[in-house]
Nanobody, 121 residues
Framework: QEELVESGGGSVQSGGSLRLSCTAS???????????MGWYRQAPGKQREPVAA???????NYSDSAQGRFTISRDNTKKTVYLQMNDLKSDDTAMYYC????????????WGRGTQVSVTS
């Protein structure tokens, strides 16, 4: 099972930007290359919600709130997925988690421990 480690969170003023990174550690770079990855977030008192996802071939999907402001990308050589977040708003304040999407007869879903993003007005 891949271990996922997020980084890049912090405190930023409204309108600012952050870039989150999620790096997978494990034996199989080939596995990472074949795996869809995603970013989720969870604000205090709220359920975890999807933010963005990227397939193994680079197709992307975004939540309505992320569309147009956030960009997900991946570098398979570094086993890393990124989330570039621009024009941040106070509603973006949350713990952000990276997810590896498992599949049947393959690896299980994996989650990182999260990185905190705080947006101040």
């Amino acid at each position: 099972q891949e271990e996922l480690v997020e980084s890049g969170g912090g405190s930023v003023q409204s309108g600012g930007s952050l870039r989150l990174s999620c790096t997978a550690s494990g034996d199989s770079g080939e596995l990472f290359r074949l795996t869809a990855m995603g970013w989720y977030r969870q604000a205090p008192g709220k359920q975890r919600e999807p933010v963005a996802a990227i397939t193994s071939v680079g197709l992307t999907n975004y939540s309505d709130s992320a569309q147009g402001r956030f960009t997900i990308s991946r570098d398979n050589t570094k086993k890393t997925v990124y989330l570039q977040m621009n024009d941040l708003k106070s509603d973006d304040t949350a713990m952000y988690y990276c997810k590896l999407y498992g599949w049947e007869n393959g690896p299980p879903d994996s989650w990182g421990r999260g990185t905190q993003v705080s947006v101040t007005s």
